[in-house]
């Protein structure tokens, strides 16, 4: 078992006094650049026939907005992690959320469709590389027990955006314009970029590794083919030659990948982290997570289009109270199910709840029940997926050891963005099989979609059985202490108060 990574010194004191640690430094320029990432997979699709109709391009075409941006991620994801460790987290970040900052602004700028799409894989680059930067810096920055509080705030990000896109988006084109939808995230982007360049600690870049370049070519080819593949395929069809060809030869460079990477000795993808039974535990249960959650999301926003003749804006608040509950199911696990359940039975119950209500979804939708009921089930889903979400962003990391901890973000990212791709692809091929096409999809193609959907979870259910208690002990946070039994405060004095004190206690490991 790899020893639990150390923390980084998080005193103010090493910013000038100017009072915000690197702890909160982290959090807020990882959570603003994950969240604009992570919107911006959502609320362009809202502005595509806009977007179409502005430079006369068909449906066919306009689409290329979409995939191009999330094959750029995919293809920046693997050399992220060595990037971080090379030239340091805070370089790395910052420089990351300032090329997605400037991917947006040019994107609003954009005078056709090709140089759209150019400036989409700039957004993406950046993109891609923040989420495994970022989190990388997180495991760094706070001890394991602290982690499954920081977890519920990233959740805000992962469960927030996906759902807030179409609405926002929705807003924007109808109000002002499908450019303000790429602009809306350059003031964002600059307000990251200058908290984290004044308060994030510095951590000094490691001596350099050699660059896998061997291994990076073929993770990068095989995960963008892939990615375009499981993108392009419910647009254009499945049996399209492209298409066919991008999965096959982008699963072929995936298992190339795996196979050359097990025999480096300084492997882009470290595929030897698998071995490590708890953290392949929690990777699979979030990459089957976001299977569903991005699967169901997509397939429950055609069902109130499509069978309820909705508006793209009405089904994106229609599904809002599922971000709603991701939220608040994100806190009552930082605040009290993680620590009570402890990570396997806590992982089980949220994986195990997803399924149960995306099944009944599937049930009761089709006979045409109340908004009521679809609102009340969408907020359950959330509650379940917010247990998730910071279950395994808590232990999965727990037997990590601080040195792998850049590349193992890189593979826990790469399953967390294939993940979604694969749910859209999976619920669209359903959707067909059942008779339907997409739009205009009868209701027995939707239970079919959500029956799969939740069949396929219990997989994730599976997977956070074999996580053990034991080996994800050191991220259980200790039982509050009342104030009875805090001298400190019965004294009248609070140690979060007392800056020698904490300063203590946030440079220890």
């Not at 693997?78 to 990037?83: K, R």
């Not at 196979?259 to 993808?269: K, Y």
């Not at 939708?365 to 379940?384: K, R, S």
């Not at 279950?391 to 294939?418: E, I, K, P, W």
Request: charge should be positive.
């Amino acid at each position: 078992m790899s020893a639990p990574p150390a923390t980084e010194p998080a005193d103010a004191a090493r910013h000038g006094g100017r009072g915000v640690s690197h702890k909160v430094a982290v959090c807020v320029v990882y959570v603003a650049g994950l969240f604009l990432s992570t919107l911006d997979m959502t609320i362009v699709n809202v502005a595509l026939p806009t977007i179409g109709r502005a430079f006369n391009v068909p449906a066919t075409a306009v689409d290329t907005v979409s995939i191009s941006y999330l094959v750029s991620l995919a293809v920046s994801v693997p050399a992220s992690g060595w990037l971080g460790d090379r030239f340091g987290g805070k370089r790395t970040l910052l420089t990351a959320v300032a090329v997605f900052t400037v991917g947006s602004a040019l994107c609003g700028t954009a005078t056709s469709l090709g140089q759209l799409v150019v400036f989409r894989v700039v957004q993406g680059a950046g993109g891609g590389m923040l989420a495994s930067v970022g989190m990388a810096m997180l495991l760094r920055a706070f001890a394991p027990q602290e982690r499954v509080r920081t977890s519920a705030v990233l959740s805000i990000a992962n469960g927030l955006a996906p759902t807030l896109g179409p609405v926002l988006g929705g807003i924007l084109v109808t109000q002002v314009s499908w450019r303000a939808i790429f602009y809306v995230n350059v003031p964002v982007g600059v307000f990251a970029v200058a908290f984290g360049a004044l308060f994030l600690h510095d951590r000094p870049a490691r001596p350099a590794e050699r660059f896998d370049l061997g291994g990076f070519l073929l993770a990068a080819c095989g995960l963008g083919l892939v990615m375009y593949g499981l993108s392009a395929g419910p647009e254009r069809g499945w049996r399209t030659a492209a298409v066919v060809a991008a999965l096959a030869c982008g699963s072929v460079l995936v298992a190339a990948t795996a196979a050359v990477e097990l025999r480096s000795r300084t492997p882009m993808i470290d595929v030897r982290l698998l071995r490590n039974r708890l953290f392949a535990s929690g990777t699979t249960v979030m990459t089957v997570e976001s299977v569903t959650f991005l699967g169901t999301l997509f397939t429950l926003t055609l069902y109130l289009q499509d069978a309820r003749g909705m508006t793209a804006l009405g089904a994106g608040l229609t599904t809002f109270p599922e971000a709603v509950g991701v939220v608040t199911g994100s806190q009552l696990a930082g605040r009290v199910l993680y620590r009570r359940l402890r990570p396997r039975r806590h992982l089980m119950l949220g994986a195990g709840g997803t399924s149960a209500v995306i099944a009944v979804l599937g049930l009761v939708l089709p006979t045409d029940p109340g908004l009521w009921l679809v609102v009340i089930l969408l907020f359950g889903m959330g509650l379940a997926v917010g247990q998730v979400f910071v279950g395994t962003q808590s232990a999965s990391f727990a037997t990590v050891s601080d040195s792998s901890s850049g590349r193992a973000s890189t593979l826990f990212n790469v399953g967390r963005r294939l993940g979604g791709a694969v749910g859209v692809a999976v619920a669209t091929s359903v959707l067909v099989t059942a008779g339907a096409k997409v739009p205009g999809a009868g209701t027995g193609g939707y239970r079919a979609a959500f029956l799969t959907l939740a069949a396929v979870n219990l997989l994730g259910l599976y997977a956070a059985g074999r996580v053990s208690d034991r080996e994800a002990v050191s991220t259980i946070p200790p039982p509050r202490k009342s104030p009875d039994e805090n001298p400190d405060k019965s004294r009248g004095k609070s140690p979060g108060n007392n800056p020698r004190k904490r300063s203590q206690e946030e440079s220890q490991p």
